[in-house]
């Protein structure tokens, strides 16, 4: 299974598989995907969750204001449905 993630506003889509995160599908897919720590330490992945869930491994990594605010760490993050994100960096 898979879900179609899509970030806003460059407008690339591009397929995650259920065990993958989303940085690592985007890196997959060729998407210049700004990252660095991969431990959800730097933040430079983090997108804004417009639409769809997602979930992570414990320890669960978002402070209660990064779910109010609606932050996806995407080094961390896997979909359990599909997703729009906002990421102002990303390009087409």
């Known amino acids: 299974m898979s879900y179609l993630v899509t970030i806003t506003p460059a407008q ?20 210049d995907f700004p990252h660095r720590c991969r431990q959800g330490v730097c933040t ?18 978002l402070t209660e204001l990064d779910k109010q605010q609606q932050f996806t760490y995407c080094c961390l993050a896997y979909p359990k449905t599909d997703l729009v994100l906002h990421h102002p960096f990303i390009r087409g």
């Open 12 to 31: 690339l889509s591009f397929a995650v598989q259920q065990d993958e995160t989303i940085l690592a599908a985007a890196l997959r897919n060729g998407i």
């Open 44 to 61: 430079s992945c983090v997108c804004k969750l417009k639409s769809g869930e997602v979930r992570y491994n414990e320890p669960q990594p």
